[in-house]
């Protein structure tokens, strides 16, 4: 029994890479174009993908390196997306004026600093 339990783990941790890559929430559709051109796969996040058919891809594990860096690119790029919302979040409600500065045709911002 033992001995089952222990292959049944190993096999799972063959396939955490997998499931790490196609679990994560930043990939978008370009990402997944990507992946799709590197395995020579249609890869289509809103239908079933099964790591069952992943497995059946021609040397997946091989392609795990380039796949893993996809998701991470993909991982970046959605929390650089949060944290660009955010900000537009912060500054939403920040009004500022601008003055005419002398006769220089330019123009300066009025108000008090925001600290």
Same mark, same amino acid.
Request: hydrophobic share 40%; glycine share 4%.
């Given at each position: 029994?033992?001995?089952?339990?222990?292959?049944? /783990?190993? !096999?799972?941790?063959?396939?955490?890479?997998?499931?790490?890559? +196609?679990?994560?929430?930043?990939?978008?559709?370009?990402?997944?174009?990507?992946?799709? $051109?590197?395995?020579?796969?249609?890869?289509?996040? %809103?239908?079933?993908?099964?790591?069952?058919?992943?497995?059946? &891809?021609?040397?997946? +594990?091989?392609?795990?390196?380039?796949?893993?860096?996809?998701?991470?690119?993909? $991982?970046? *790029?959605?929390?650089?997306?949060?944290?660009?919302?955010?900000? *537009?979040? %912060?500054?939403?409600? /920040? *009004?500022? $004026?601008?003055?005419?500065?002398?006769?220089?045709?330019? +123009? &300066?911002?009025?108000?008090?600093?925001? !600290?």
């Amino acid at each position: 029994m033992l001995d089952w339990l222990t292959n049944q /783990v190993k !096999d799972y941790f063959k396939f955490t890479p997998l499931i790490r890559v +196609f679990s994560n929430p930043g990939m978008k559709e370009r990402h997944w174009n990507q992946v799709s $051109e590197y395995t020579h796969f249609p890869v289509n996040p %809103d239908q079933n993908l099964y790591i069952r058919k992943l497995v059946e &891809i021609d040397e997946i +594990f091989d392609k795990i390196p380039e796949l893993d860096l996809i998701s991470e690119n993909a $991982e970046k *790029e959605f929390g650089i997306e949060k944290i660009i919302r955010k900000m *537009e979040d %912060d500054w939403a409600p /920040v *009004e500022v $004026e601008l003055k005419k500065w002398r006769d220089t045709g330019t +123009f &300066i911002v009025a108000g008090a600093s925001i !600290d």
